[in-house]
């Protein structure tokens, strides 16, 4: 005989699912991890994640621990919008380390290089709302920004630098030669493994949804894709409505952490704005352990994606390069605090 299939009525199914949502987040509660419930009008799903060891420091920004472990950098053949410069490739990464949760902000960036009268703000996006991130940040900007923090809170520097000119933030101002410590205690940018380690949280899917909407209706390309919807700001959702038809964001950089984090606490990883990595640009070169990309040269890597990027170019191993003077309003850093902390 074979198995009847059961209908249920439209009512019972919202009724259980509802029932089920109440249960996911009573284990979450009971396992110590934090529900996130999607805002009313959002097409964003109720997910849960396990809550990361956070570190708050002098300026208010936070920093979740991530552990060590091994991935698969770059993206499978078959991912839609693929580009071939992501051949996948094994990275193993040794030790922990602390990721910023969210994109360095107006906020920050006025903190620790305009009100010490260092430099000026360059943002060209939204420059007058501290709950943005920083843009039109060249390199050497970023690293400037990560040693003056450091440097604030009593840690030894990352980078060490010579011949640097011009004002942070302001104009064209460059650095002739920059190292790295690697046994520093202060603050620096992820590498490229890093930071795609950071932005996958565990997940394989162009996207880091911990729960996926079917991709078979979405686009990869310059449609609108709902698992991005859910976690980033693309140029499919850039003018942004509220739940009441009432604009809530114009075009340009959007405040931070008002999308869905990934699994480890992360927001923003996807879209915003790019971020700056430490590594100069070269095609990946097989299976490595602890990766920290060349020591040299003028085209550095920026991942995540912007606000007025299409889809494609948001997903978690989407990688492109720019210039390490250059700024653009869509272009943007966070920082990471190494294993010895």
């Known amino acids: 005989m074979k198995p009847r299939k059961l209908a249920i009525h439209a009512k019972t199914q919202t009724a259980l699912l509802a029932l089920i949502m109440m249960l996911i987040g009573q284990t979450a509660l009971a396992h110590n991890k934090v529900v996130v419930i999607p805002m009313a009008g959002d097409d964003i799903p109720a997910i849960s994640h396990p809550v990361a060891t956070t570190v708050t420091n002098s300026i208010g920004m936070q920093f979740n621990e991530l552990p060590a472990g091994s991935f698969t950098m770059g993206s499978p053949v078959n991912e839609p919008g693929r580009y071939g410069v992501e051949s996948e490739h094994m990275v193993t990464l040794t030790k922990a380390f602390k990721m910023q949760i969210t994109e360095v902000t107006n906020a920050q960036w006025n903190d620790v290089i305009v009100d010490s009268a260092l430099g000026a703000n360059p943002s060209t996006s939204n420059p007058g709302d501290n709950t943005h991130p920083v843009e039109n940040v060249n390199w050497y900007d970023a690293l400037y920004f990560a040693n003056r923090l450091s440097l604030d809170e009593g840690r030894s520097v990352c980078y060490t630098f010579s011949g640097v000119s011009g004002t942070p933030g302001s104009g064209a101002f460059a650095i002739t030669t920059v190292s790295q410590n690697t046994s520093c205690t202060g603050y620096r940018l992820a590498t490229e493994a ?111 994606g912007a ?22 309003n869509h272009i943007g850093f966070r920082l990471v605090l190494s294993h010895v902390q």
């Not at 380690?197 to 909407?213: D, E, H, S």
């Not at 020591?295 to 890597?301: E, L, W, Y």
């Open 194 to 304: 890093e930071w795609e380690y950071a932005a996958r949280a565990g997940t394989t899917k162009a996207y880091a949804n911990p729960i996926m909407f079917d991709d078979s209706d979405t686009q990869t390309n310059d449609g609108f894709n709902r698992n991005l919807h859910a976690m980033g700001w693309y140029s499919y959702n850039d003018e942004m409505e509220n739940a009441s038809g009432v604009t809530a964001y114009g075009q340009g950089t959007k405040p931070v952490a008002q999308k869905q984090a990934n699994s480890w606490g992360l927001y923003d990883m996807h879209g915003n704005v790019f971020e700056w990595n430490w590594d100069a640009y070269e095609p990946y070169s097989g299976d490595v352990t602890d990766p920290s990309g060349p020591a040299s040269g003028d085209d550095r890597v920026i991942r995540g």
């Open 307 to 328: 606000w007025n990027s299409i889809a494609r170019a948001t997903r978690s191993g989407y990688r492109n390069n720019y210039f390490l003077s250059s700024r653009a």
